[in-house]
């Protein structure tokens, strides 16, 4: 995704810091609102990795911090679940006065109930998500339980939340006590989908239960199996952001993508990589994948090497090849299996000893072909295979032309 770092003023006139995150090809087909977690932020592991997954599918995502919270202005100590609303609403009118009004909500813990009450007031929004969500707001108060009595008797405590240290003040819980939400879901008009760990120690799976059963369809309910409260796994909130997008793409009006469309016979291809990480993002002409490294080698295992696509690119053009030799020449194919594994290999040749041990790169490939085929015919598709365009590209060396953009 490419990250765009912007600020807009709520109305309380305090400006508040942001991230509209598009997809790195540039084109985007809906607007998200993200409502981060209780006390989180914008730049929060979760939100940014579930954001990648939506740019992915064409939606941008813009990620803001709540006022008092992160690099917004504000007090913490001042604000409350109704003016964690307020700024949805204005983030949702910052989007709609300068990009296009947003199509889908989403909501994490208390962002949850704060994006139902948010999108519910908004014309544009056809969806909204939960994760991790309350159904009672005033249920996140657990996490200072013990201080509830001072905060009645004095009207404030400081307590710390995440290694960091903040004021509540009275009125925070007040406003939490009188927030009810279960008509607003049944009434909102939008569809829903609740994504819920059942391993969540922080917000039990019973408030999910209650969010989905105070919702009308259409609704959907994911179940985020071992997942903990605040999607620390890499791969479980990245499940989450790519579902968000397949999900949503049947109410928001996402494009089909019927495959891409080549304009003067070139094909483009975006990759784009992000500070302290090997978690690759690759836009190739219309269709998004990952690449990544293995864990041993310092990634995270998401994705296919770079190795392997090189691998998977010449696997696919071999399958394509045969596959087209075989319909011209009519034969009785049934299927093509193609194994590939890259290796680096001691070069065997040279012109001295150094040489010799030099490495280069050797791509072992096995072919499997079904059908009633003679011996003959599946030996001469074995040469058409070295035909194929890739193999054709790989064999020689290969050109690369490098400039600044």
């Given at each position: 995704m490419n990250s765009q770092k912007l600020h807009f003023e709520n109305s309380q006139g305090l400006q508040l810091a942001a991230f509209l995150d598009v997809p790195i090809n540039g084109k985007t087909s809906a607007y998200a609102v993200f409502a981060h977690c209780f006390t989180c932020s914008k730049n929060f592991t979760a939100v940014r990795h579930i954001s990648r997954a939506l740019t992915r599918e064409g939606i941008a995502v813009l990620r803001f911090d709540f006022t008092g919270l992160g690099e917004s202005q504000g007090d913490f100590s001042e604000t409350n679940f109704s003016s964690n609303v307020a700024d949805l609403i204005d983030a949702s009118n910052y989007l709609s006065n300068h990009y296009a009004a947003p199509k889908l909500f989403i909501g994490h813990s208390l962002g949850g109930p704060a994006a139902i009450i948010a999108a519910s007031q908004i014309q544009s929004c056809k969806t909204v998500v939960t994760i991790g969500s309350p159904c009672d707001p005033e249920h996140v108060t657990h996490l200072f339980q013990e201080l509830k009595t001072i905060i009645e008797q004095e009207g404030q405590a400081e307590t710390t939340i995440g290694g960091r240290k903040f004021t509540i003040k009275k009125q925070?819980?007040?406003?939490?006590?009188?927030?009810?939400?279960?008509?607003?879901?049944?009434?909102?008009?939008?569809?829903?989908?609740?994504?819920?760990?059942?391993?969540?120690?922080t917000v039990g799976i019973d408030q999910a239960a209650k969010i989905f059963?105070?919702?009308?369809?259409?609704?959907?309910?994911?179940?985020?199996?071992?997942?903990?409260?605040?999607?620390?796994?890499?791969?479980?909130?990245?499940?989450?952001?790519?579902?968000i997008a397949n999900w949503a793409r049947r109410y928001i009006g996402l494009p089909v993508d019927y495959g891409p469309t080549l304009e003067a016979k070139t094909q483009y291809v975006v990759a784009r990589i992000h500070r302290n990480e090997l978690l690759t993002e690759i836009n190739a002409n219309g269709h998004s994948m990952i690449a990544d490294e293995p864990i041993n080698l310092g990634?995270?295992?998401?994705?296919?090497?770079?190795?392997?696509?090189?691998?998977?690119?010449?696997?696919?053009?071999?399958?394509?090849t045969l596959q087209?030799?075989?319909k011209h020449k009519k034969l009785a194919l049934?299927?093509?299996?193609?194994?590939?594994?890259?290796?680096?290999?001691?070069?065997?040749?040279?012109?001295?000893?150094?040489?010799?041990?030099?490495?280069?790169?050797?791509?072992?490939?096995?072919?499997?072909?079904?059908?009633?085929?003679?011996?003959e015919q599946k030996q001469r598709m074995l040469e058409i295979a070295n035909r194929c365009p890739v193999h054709q590209t790989l064999s020689p060396a290969v050109k690369i032309i490098t400039r600044l953009k």
């Open positions: 925070f819980l007040q406003d939490l006590q009188k927030t009810s939400i279960q008509d607003v879901i049944a009434n909102m008009r939008k569809a829903l989908l609740v994504c819920h760990s059942p391993m969540d120690k059963a105070a919702a009308k369809h259409p609704k959907s309910f994911l179940s985020l199996d071992n997942a903990d409260h605040l999607l620390t796994k890499p791969e479980d909130s990245l499940y989450v952001g790519t579902v990634g995270t295992n998401l994705g296919p090497s770079p190795y392997e696509i090189l691998a998977s690119a010449l696997g696919a053009c071999t399958a394509m087209m030799y075989a049934d299927s093509i299996t193609v194994y590939l594994q890259h290796n680096k290999v001691h070069a065997e040749d040279g012109a001295n000893y150094e040489n010799k041990r030099n490495k280069i790169d050797v791509i072992e490939r096995e072919i499997e072909i079904k059908g009633d085929l003679s011996d």
